[in-house]
């Protein structure tokens, strides 16, 4: 981890050559051309291909990998989608309108959803906010951007958050590359720009393997406050360990599953379309010479008599392939992906239900481990979420009270679709046993607001007496006689 600024003094490569960042971007590069299906994300397959190639040939001109199959990107897919599919309740007890405004103001759950992905993919996001016309704002940005500086004896605690992006540009008619820097304080930015160089321009000998490009000289610098009370850069995290900072990504316990995988798949595809086209036998007088090329061709579709034992009879050779034990070995490599994807076969489209339609509670017996990974995450990111909607009320916009000293609570929901029938199964119960109130069960099933619960029961109670006129009680409200009064 990098804990000072001094990798941005004049001369040092760019990137930072500590090994934590290195492998680190290396990770996001390469998962997110797995994501994408780019052909260079299969560079660390190479010992695979070999596997390949000594039983198939050439690779290349059999099958392609990156268009076979993409467990990773449908992985991270359905972390969004048990995240915030489901949209979460944000809730304050005095300041409910400010919270609606924000979250329509930043298209809070759309944004939220691209930092899931990135969580899956990358083990962090990262948010950058900032004040869009007089709202407070967010946007979700690349975490190969993102260097984080660390705190020296805890690697926990953030001292500065660095964003540093390269640009091409020219000046004075020659082309120049340019970093653009962002050095984060609490409440303020440090904009800097520095000149890029190559090792030949500033006479320093590197490691050819390593990057050529050296800090040179800074061109421009300036200090912008942001009328924040905290950094302006919010990093949110998949599972870390205390030995790092950075979140652990979905893609690294995956990739040697895939891999052996794609190799059984590809092999598999070679044999069948080698024996694809089925070889005839039969006797010679099923042949005909043709007289353009002078070479021999079956006579297709027409009748050839069989005389006696020691005629052949044309037939089509038939090939057991024996690739029952390799569809075997498949299928325990996909259920094996299944638990260590700690997904299940329901989520990613198995077919392990049987034939028919689960019930809500079937179905969550059955999402026990995605449910749990999901809830792992919400654990590492619910208290920055609830920071993100309080720096955004800190940025104003109408209707925006600050949130600073209020209490947020976020209601995670799970993802899944709702058992209409079971719901009212338990609602009937339970109101039968006077251990749920209307109020409370139109809350918590129906997703209701206080207020619109009790407008509810009120139209309900309408409804009943228009249908049932005599259901109002004789003796009670305005009809009730007071003590004292005469009876007329």
């Known amino acids: 981890m990098i804990t000072s600024l001094d990798f941005l003094n004049k001369g040092n490569k760019w990137l930072p050559d500590d090994a934590d960042t290195k492998n680190r971007m290396h990770r996001y590069n390469r998962n997110q051309k797995l994501f994408n299906k780019e052909n260079g994300a299969l560079e660390s397959y190479q010992e695979s291909f070999k596997r390949i190639e000594r039983v198939v040939g050439n690779f290349d001109n059999v099958i392609s990998y990156a268009t076979l199959i993409n467990y990773f990107r449908l992985v991270s897919k359905k972390t969004g989608d048990l995240l915030y599919g489901e949209k979460p309740i944000i809730d304050s007890a005095d300041n409910k309108e400010t919270i609606e405004n924000i979250i329509d103001n930043t298209t809070l759950f759309l944004k939220l959803y691209k930092s899931a992905i990135d969580i899956s993919r990358y083990g962090d996001s990262v948010l950058y906010l900032f004040d869009d016309n007089g709202k407070g704002n967010f946007n979700v940005i690349s975490p190969k951007m993102w260097i984080p500086i660390v705190d020296n004896v805890d690697n926990a605690e953030v001292v500065n958050h660095v964003l540093a992006w390269e640009y091409n540009t020219v000046v004075d008619g020659k082309k120049k590359t340019l970093l653009n820097v962002e050095i984060h304080y609490i409440g303020s930015i440090e904009k800097r720009v520095y000149e890029l160089v190559t090792q030949l321009d500033y006479n320093i000998k590197i490691n050819a393997s390593s990057s050529n490009k050296i800090i040179g000289s800074m061109i421009s610098s300036e200090v912008i406050q942001t009328g924040l009370s905290d950094f302006a850069i919010i990093h949110l995290s998949n599972f870390t360990t205390t030995d790092s900072f950075t979140g652990i990504d979905d893609y690294i316990d995956m990739d040697d599953i895939v891999q052996e995988l794609l190799v059984r798949i590809a092999q598999i595809s070679r044999v069948l379309d080698k024996h694809a086209s089925p070889s005839v036998t039969g006797s010679s007088s099923a042949l005909e010479k043709d007289p353009a090329s002078g070479l021999w061709k079956l006579k297709l579709g027409n009748y050839f008599p069989v005389d006696s034992s020691d005629d052949v009879k044309p037939e089509y050779m038939t090939w057991d392939g024996q690739l029952q034990s390799s569809f075997s070995q498949i299928e325990l490599l996909i259920n094996q992906l299944y638990v260590i994807s700690e ?19 079937a179905l969550r017996m059955k999402m026990i481990s995605p449910l749990a990974k999901i809830k792992r995450i919400t654990m590492y990111i619910d ?47 339970r109101k039968g046993s006077n251990t749920i109130s209307t109020q409370t069960a139109l809350i918590r099933y129906d997703q209701m607001s206080e207020e619109d619960a009790d407008e509810e029961i009120e139209r309900i109670q309408e409804e009943e007496l228009a249908m049932n006129p005599l259901s109002e009680k004789p003796f009670s409200g305005d009809n009730m006689i007071s003590d004292g009064e005469e009876d007329d």
């Open 343 to 361: 997904m299940g076969s329901v989520l990613l489209g198995g077919s392990d239900t049987g034939g028919t339609n689960l019930s809500g509670r």
């Open 383 to 429: 208290a920055d979420i609830k920071k993100l909607i309080k720096l955004l009320s800190e940025l104003g916009g109408e209707s925006i009270t600050n949130l600073v000293d209020e209490k947020i609570s976020i209601t995670w929901q799970d993802g899944l679709p709702n058992d209409a029938l079971e719901e009212a199964e338990i609602i009937e119960k």
